[in-house]
C-alpha cells in the first residue's frame, strides 16, 4: 500500500507506505494477518501505520488545502478521518474498490464533500 500527495500544480508534498512505527523494528512486531490462537497482538494489524497517515505526517508543507492525495487501494476509516482533517481529496488507482463498500470513506463522503469530491475517478 502506498500514498502520494500533491498540491494542485500536481508537486509532491508527502509519500509514505504501510510500515511499523518508526524506530520499531519489522524484526520484533507480528506481519501475521491472522493468528493461530486468535489473539488479535499477535497480527500486524494494531501495529502498522497506513500508507496515508504516513504521507500526511511526512508532508513537507503545513498546508494541505486543495492537495490531493494518490492511494493504492480503498482507505480504511482511521485514514479515511485523516484524510478529511487534513482537507484532501482521494483519488485512488483501484476505482473498483471504491465500488465495494464497506470502508470507512465511502461513508464519511456525504458529510465530507471536500474529502472525496473525485469518488470512483480513476487515476489518468
Ligand atoms: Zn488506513
Known amino acids: 500500500m502506498g500514498a502520494c500527495i500533491v498540491n494542485p500544480d500536481r508537486i509532491i508534498l508527502g509519500i509514505g507506505y504501510n510500515g511499523f512505527p518508526r524506530g520499531c523494528s519489522d524484526d520484533a512486531l507480528p506481519w501475521a494477518k491472522l493468528a493461530t490462537d486468535g ?61 465495494g463498500g464497506g470502508t470507512g470513506l465511502a461513508g464519511m463522503c456525504p458529510h465530507a464533500r471536500t474529502a472525496c469530491p473525485t469518488r470512483g475517478a480513476p487515476i489518468s
Open 39 to 99: 489473539d488479535p497482538l499477535k497480527t500486524k494489524y494494531p501495529y502498522v501505520c497506513h500508507a496515508e497517515m504516513n504521507a500526511i505526517l511526512n508532508k513537507n508543507n503545513s498546508n494541505l488545502h486543495g492537495a490531493s492525495i494518490y492511494v493504492s487501494m480503498y482507505p480504511c476509516n482511521e485514514c479515511a478521518k485523516l484524510i478529511i482533517q487534513a482537507s484532501q481529496r482521494v483519488l485512488t488507482s483501484t476505482p473498483g474498490r471504491l465500488q
